[in-house]
Antibody, heavy 117, light 107 residues
């Protein structure tokens, strides 16, 4: 059974940093691209980052480029999202998502990030 | 970026009705469209991939069609568990983008 468990969310002040983690199980993590997708409260879905299975390529939405970094440790079956210079508009539920590069097969339960002074 | 426009924003139906939800792309994207269901306080779930391909475990009343710029998610005889928000997503190019969603609600 595929499982994705995100952690690391919380309440932080504007301008601060936060690092999210996602532990994966139930599939061969090292063989799949992984994504982070977020959803602001009462809003729609926004794709923010993709990392290839071997970390050879990383892609970002313009809204987070230069501030967020996606990474992975295949030895630990773990996906990361390092977030710097956080803004109020980054407030959202952050989902770790598996399924390759084109569509999103399975979503974790999410971890909530709130950026507020 | 490719913009996906979903309509209607809200659809009010009674159980047993059949419905069609629309997703229109700002440019031709072949069949690179995927559909998700998000129930209240839950993570999204993949319903249909590549416009019309079914997903294991998804009820057969869900189907998809379309190519180019116009796509449709159909639900044959809506059941109570189907009242949710539905999103389309394109994989034709990066960044991956989603439509704003269609909320299916009980009339």
């Amino acid at each position: 059974e595929v499982q994705l468990v995100e952690s690391g969310g919380g309440l932080v002040k504007p301008g601060s940093s936060l690092k999210l983690s996602c532990v994966a199980s139930g599939f061969t993590f090292s063989s799949y691209g992984m994504h982070w997708i977020r959803q602001a409260p009462k809003k729609g879905l926004e794709w923010i980052a993709l990392i290839y299975y071997d970390s050879s390529n990383k892609y970002y939405a313009d809204s987070v480029k230069g501030r967020f970094t996606i990474s992975r440790d295949n030895s630990k079956n773990t996906l990361y999202l390092e977030m710097n210079s956080l803004r109020s508009e980054d407030t959202a539920m952050y989902y770790c998502v598996y399924g390759g590069y084109w569509y999103f097969d399975f979503w974790g339960p999410g971890t909530m990030v709130t950026v507020s002074s | 970026d490719i913009v996906l426009t979903q309509s209607p924003a809200t659809l009010s139906v009674t159980p047993g009705e059949s419905v069609s939800l629309s997703c229109r792309a700002s440019q031709g994207i072949s069949t690179s469209i995927h559909w998700y269901q998000q129930k209240s306080n839950e993570s999204p779930r993949l319903l249909i991939k590549y416009a019309s391909q079914s997903i294991s475990g998804i009820p057969s009343r869900f189907s998809g069609s379309g190519s180019g710029t116009d796509f449709t998610l159909s639900i044959n005889r809506v059941e109570s568990e189907d009242f949710s928000v539905y999103y389309c997503q394109q994989s034709y190019s990066l960044p991956r983008t989603f439509g704003a969603g269609t909320k299916l609600e009980l009339k």
